[in-house]
């Protein structure tokens, strides 16, 4: 389920796609329906958290064994949350040793409002649902990209109207997330300014392309909260800036720098290195060819649609954000952020 009210699910079979649902709304009735038409009554379903559901910080890890890590954590929250500590479903997973060059360890923690998380449980369970995993949009799309292997680091941007993210993954797991309130909406007016080049289409991103060979050379290296530091504070060097700046662009500038903030930190902070390659979420939106243009021209980084093609045969337009999270749930590589064996009935 999607902040738009859109929702979406898959249905994957020996890995391929039997059958996919795309709503505009949240229609838990229809769910149970297209359920009962695939005979899939009681199969194994991982549910999506909505994004507006819960939130994601990062925050230092305790020296704890790792199925310790999330109760450690919950006591780290009571600045970050005004809901009382013992009304949170909380999971927590670690960054890889390699971040911030092994200097401090640190951690992603995911809450959410239990009463939240039994609204989407109950609605599942009505379906005749068999729920067994509870995930959130970071790591469905990390299965996602999983799938593809990447050879380097990726920065996967996510898009809505009035807002977006950044995810930056290598080695198959999460280092960073950052929000920012630039949308397809916001520059939208700029983007039709732009007058696209004759050239192709650049490929795009897919499990099956050959082409993934020239997605970065091999000695590449491949918003969360980091203690006293909010994602706005991920400033750049004073000496920075873009690499073609648009006249008259403001706010495509303006989104510009947020992405590159976040590469900058990845390389500066986290220790990581360049990144490689940007990946476009798609939604279907009709801007997708001129920013990815627009992007790559002032990041002189290999921007491309991040296609789900391979998997879906559907025309694009009926792809959006809950589609590519549903996906990557389905694909199911155990990164389970919350299992329904907790309390959460």
Known sequence: MHKSGAMAAVAMQNNLVVSMLSLDHIDWSHLGQWVKQLGWKRFQSTLVLPYQDYQLQMLPAPDVEDHELADAMRFRLGELTTT???????QAFRLPPDAYRGRQSMAFVAFAEQSAVFQQVQGCREQDLRLEHITIGEMALLDLVAEVEPEASIALLQLDDTSGKTLLYSNGALYLRRDFNVGYQTVASELETLKPKAAPEPEPVSA??????DMGSSDEQPDG????????????????????????????????????????????????????????????SPLEDSLLEALEQQLNLPCRRFSLRTWLNDTESDWNHATSCALGAALGISHEVVSESEDIS
Do not use: C
């Not at 099956?208 to 060979?213: F, I, T, Y």
């Open 225 to 284: 909260i980091v203690e006293g530091l909010t994602a706005s504070e991920l400033t750049l060097s004073d000496d920075f800036a873009l690499n073609k700046p648009l006249v008259n662009h403001p706010e495509l500038d303006r989104l510009t720098l947020e992405i590159q903030r976040s590469l900058d930190y990845f390389d500066s902070q986290l220790a990581m290195g360049v990144v490689g390659q940007l990946w476009l979420v798609t939604s279907g």
């Open 208 to 213: 099956s392309d050959p082409s993934q060979d």
């Open 84 to 90: 009382p500590l013992e009304k949170l479903q909380v």
